[in-house]
């Protein structure tokens, strides 16, 4: 996932207050780091720590950060440990002064990458994917001074899920990779141009939006205005992301053109043809099942209940070493309305399941509870294979939908049934078919080998 937000004011006004509350906004996109890296057009200052937003960015930090061009990052990891050394933005120095990036995405070749450039003298200080693209900025920039051509050249080696927001000199560029795997977007003001991961952030800072950066395209701004260039390796059709809107997007969101929300909300209705069940009431798997629910109930005209309650001031690093605290953690979580659910036969709604434990445990607690049956619908395919362009998903051996049947699913997790939505009924859903789908059908639209046998590959 990850989060970015970048802005490049005209008026010279100091921006990163503003770069503060577009983070606070894609604070769902990562939690685990944060930081932001603010430029004036000579000098780039930045600061970044672990934690939320707000943990780590107290009035102090913010007042020591001065300029008009900022880019900030929310993290969530999937290449590289959870370290301070990982967290963005990366900001290096070269011959040519300082540069800073944020990256929302995953390298597929970064391994091979970094081999080569460490056997050319590099020397890398985190694991992340991320570092590779800048040291391999800085050593096209080596080559050839224009910013243009260095990050073009740049985008022809990677292979992958990227969009980059680069501070360099004056200059704020702004880069969707050629498949358009991970939503970037653009605002506009008076006197800035925004660009965000979603549209949301765009709204909370007050800003219009503009449009959507386009997949295979760089968006320069500099004192001369905005201006765009076609990568030469784009492609005819994009591979976005599915998991944007299934899971991912903040609801109120528009990623392509296309409303989060009401996607959310065709899904339920479609789940409801596809899927039909004579039960009582509908409920949610908070949060990520609630618009589901509401298209389901709708389409099935059955009873709308939230019948499992959450808590939200459960910590994010809940580290249980035994069972019994991982089970009562669940509960923590999670707490079924007695009332609604005693001798109902009950339809919960969630967004996917991976390895089967979390929904074991809730079918478990709903019947526990007094609920007659419960059946259990998906708001996604099965997911059957895992991502190389930046989720962190599990392994082929440990997704349940690889190896079993909805059948033997449900009697696995103890529900009366589990049925998931179809991938025919997803791009109904979405309404456009240039997706990358390929968790649930394996086609994948790069090249995911790799030459390195070091016994991690998510295969």
């Given at each position: 996932m990850c989060g970015i937000f970048g802005i490049y004011s005209h008026e010279k006004s100091n921006i990163v207050k503003k770069v503060y509350y577009g983070l606070y906004a894609l604070q769902h996109r990562g939690q685990e780091g944060a930081g932001i890296a603010v430029g004036n057009g000579k000098e780039i200052g930045f600061y970044k720590g672990l934690g939320l937003?707000?943990?780590?960015?107290?009035?102090?930090?913010?007042?020591?950060?001065?300029?008009?061009?900022?880019?900030?990052?929310?993290?969530y990891s999937t290449t590289g440990r959870n370290t301070i050394e990982n967290c963005q933005p990366f900001v290096v120095n070269s011959s040519f002064g300082k540069i800073a990036i944020t990256h929302n995405g995953d390298i597929v070749n970064s391994k091979e990458l970094k081999h080569e450039l460490e056997k050319k003298g590099h020397i890398f200080v985190s694991t992340t994917d991320s570092e590779v693209i800048a040291q391999l900025l800085v050593r096209e920039l080596l080559k050839n001074d224009d910013i243009i051509t260095a990050v073009t050249n740049v985008t022809q080696k990677l292979n992958g899920a990227y969009s980059l927001l680069i501070i360099y000199d004056d200059t704020l560029i702004a880069i969707r990779d050629p498949n358009g795997f991970k939503p970037l977007c653009i605002g506009k003001d008076d006197g800035a141009y925004y660009f965000s991961s979603e549209s949301c952030a765009l709204d909370i800072v007050d800003v219009e939006f503009e449009r959507d950066v386009a997949p295979g395209?760089?968006?320069?701004?500099?004192?001369?205005?905005?201006?765009?260039?076609?990568?030469?390796?784009?492609?005819?059709?994009?591979?976005?992301?599915?998991?944007e809107y299934v899971y991912f997007a903040r609801p109120d969101s528009v990623i392509d053109g296309v409303s989060v929300y009401e996607v959310r909300r065709n899904?339920?209705?479609?789940?409801?043809?596809?899927?039909?069940e004579e039960v009582d009431i509908v409920s949610p798997?908070?949060?990520?099942?609630?618009i589901?629910?509401?298209?389901?109930?709708?389409?099935?005209?059955?009873?709308?209940?939230?019948?499992?309650?959450?808590?939200?001031?459960?910590?994010?690093?809940?580290i249980l070493p035994t069972q019994e605290e991982r089970d009562l953690a669940v509960r923590l979580k999670l707490n079924p309305v007695k009332y609604l659910l005693k001798d109902k036969k009950v339809m919960l709604i969630d967004d996917s399941i991976v390895r089967g434990t979390t929904s074991g445990k809730i079918m478990k607690m709903a019947k526990k509870a007094g609920a007659k049956?419960?059946?259990?619908?998906?708001?996604?395919?099965?997911?059957?294979?895992?991502?190389?362009?930046?989720?962190?998903?599990?392994?082929?051996?440990?997704?349940?939908?690889?190896?079993?049947?909805?059948e033997e699913i449900a009697e696995m997790i103890g529900a009366d049934s589990v049925a998931y939505l179809s991938i025919e009924g997803l791009v109904e859903a979405i309404g456009r078919d240039d997706l990358c789908l390929a968790c649930l059908n394996e086609e994948y639209p790069t090249d995911v080998s790799c030459k390195f046998e070091c016994g991690n590959c998510k295969k």
């Amino acid at each position: 996932m990850c989060g970015i937000f970048g802005i490049y004011s005209h008026e010279k006004s100091n921006i990163v207050k503003k770069v503060y509350y577009g983070l606070y906004a894609l604070q769902h996109r990562g939690q685990e780091g944060a930081g932001i890296a603010v430029g004036n057009g000579k000098e780039i200052g930045f600061y970044k720590g672990l934690g939320l937003v707000p943990e780590v960015f107290s009035n102090k930090e913010l007042q020591n950060l001065y300029g008009h061009i900022g880019v900030g990052h929310v993290r969530y990891s999937t290449t590289g440990r959870n370290t301070i050394e990982n967290c963005q933005p990366f900001v290096v120095n070269s011959s040519f002064g300082k540069i800073a990036i944020t990256h929302n995405g995953d390298i597929v070749n970064s391994k091979e990458l970094k081999h080569e450039l460490e056997k050319k003298g590099h020397i890398f200080v985190s694991t992340t994917d991320s570092e590779v693209i800048a040291q391999l900025l800085v050593r096209e920039l080596l080559k050839n001074d224009d910013i243009i051509t260095a990050v073009t050249n740049v985008t022809q080696k990677l292979n992958g899920a990227y969009s980059l927001l680069i501070i360099y000199d004056d200059t704020l560029i702004a880069i969707r990779d050629p498949n358009g795997f991970k939503p970037l977007c653009i605002g506009k003001d008076d006197g800035a141009y925004y660009f965000s991961s979603e549209s949301c952030a765009l709204d909370i800072v007050d800003v219009e939006f503009e449009r959507d950066v386009a997949p295979g395209e760089m968006v320069v701004v500099d004192k001369n205005g905005l201006n765009t260039y076609k990568l030469p390796n784009a492609k005819e059709k994009a591979s976005s992301c599915m998991f944007e809107y299934v899971y991912f997007a903040r609801p109120d969101s528009v990623i392509d053109g296309v409303s989060v929300y009401e996607v959310r909300r065709n899904i339920g209705k479609i789940l409801a043809r596809e899927a039909p069940e004579e039960v009582d009431i509908v409920s949610p798997v908070p949060d990520s099942g609630i618009i589901f629910s509401q298209g389901y109930t709708e389409e099935a005209e059955v009873p709308y209940y939230e019948a499992l309650i959450k808590n939200r001031y459960i910590g994010r690093t809940f580290i249980l070493p035994t069972q019994e605290e991982r089970d009562l953690a669940v509960r923590l979580k999670l707490n079924p309305v007695k009332y609604l659910l005693k001798d109902k036969k009950v339809m919960l709604i969630d967004d996917s399941i991976v390895r089967g434990t979390t929904s074991g445990k809730i079918m478990k607690m709903a019947k526990k509870a007094g609920a007659k049956k419960v059946h259990l619908r998906i708001g996604s395919p099965r997911i059957i294979s895992p991502c190389f362009y930046g989720i962190d998903m599990a392994t082929t051996k440990e997704l349940i939908a690889n190896s079993k049947t909805d059948e033997e699913i449900a009697e696995m997790i103890g529900a009366d049934s589990v049925a998931y939505l179809s991938i025919e009924g997803l791009v109904e859903a979405i309404g456009r078919d240039d997706l990358c789908l390929a968790c649930l059908n394996e086609e994948y639209p790069t090249d995911v080998s790799c030459k390195f046998e070091c016994g991690n590959c998510k295969k």
